[in-house]
DNA sequence: TTGGATATACGAAATTCTTCGTATACATTT
DNA sequence: AAATGTATACGAAGAATTTCGTATATCCAA
């Protein structure tokens, strides 16, 4: 379990680990240069980094290190989240649902979802 | 309408005037004060760079220069809660919804909001 | 086996953000 | 009027993050 939190950078690299479990610097650098402009060795450095936080751990048994992500998508997202909410949304956490909800388009199907959870917050509160 | 997008310590700063209208340095300051050690030419710097971004506007007709938001609370938290779904929660609004309903206790009040938002959505569509 | 492609390591420049010291001017009090 | 308090301006140090050049090793194909 890792405190470190992870830059905006160190961000982008971790979805890409959280999407596509274990895989080479060069497949991951492959979909970030998709996104923005950025060197091969500018990726590798961030994922060095990376390991050395204890963001990411890596096989080196071969020459090419095959990363993977070493904290949590779901743990670093609350995380994130909580951070988010306090500093943007003064720490009220329904403004921000009802503005995400208001803004996007959300499907029948996910509103549904929203609105059994609600159902179940409602039972057990 | 600016484009300029905040950095933490500003948003700190923007969450100040937000709150409380158009006010002096020094009232940000002892505000900001509360909530970490900082210096007062710390925060009369970060208000001068923030007036230059066009990210606030002040009165300086008088000595004691007075600061005003110059960008919306709700757009700017638009654009960050876009920025922050996309950065974090790989676009899906919906997931962000899901982790921030269910990590946090909503009163009956809030949950019937949302309830009434969901419908309105259900309507429309 | 030699040349080209591709890998990691490493150092350091470049950029952005944060912090604060110091200079200077105006206001207030004594 | 002098001393003290409080303002802004400005420059630049410090810290964190991002970027990439270069060195070097390994693999593979001709």
Redesign the pocket.
Known sequence: MSNS?P????LEILQILWEHGPV???FVHEILATQ???????T???M??MAEKGLVNRD?T????IYVAAISEEQTQQQLLDKFVAGTFRGSAMKLVMQALGNNTASKEELDQIKALIQKIENEG
């Open positions: 939190k830059t905006e950078s160190e080479p610097v060069r923005k402009a950025v060197g091969y060795t500018t590798l450095k961030l060095q980094i080196t071969n020459r090419t290190h």
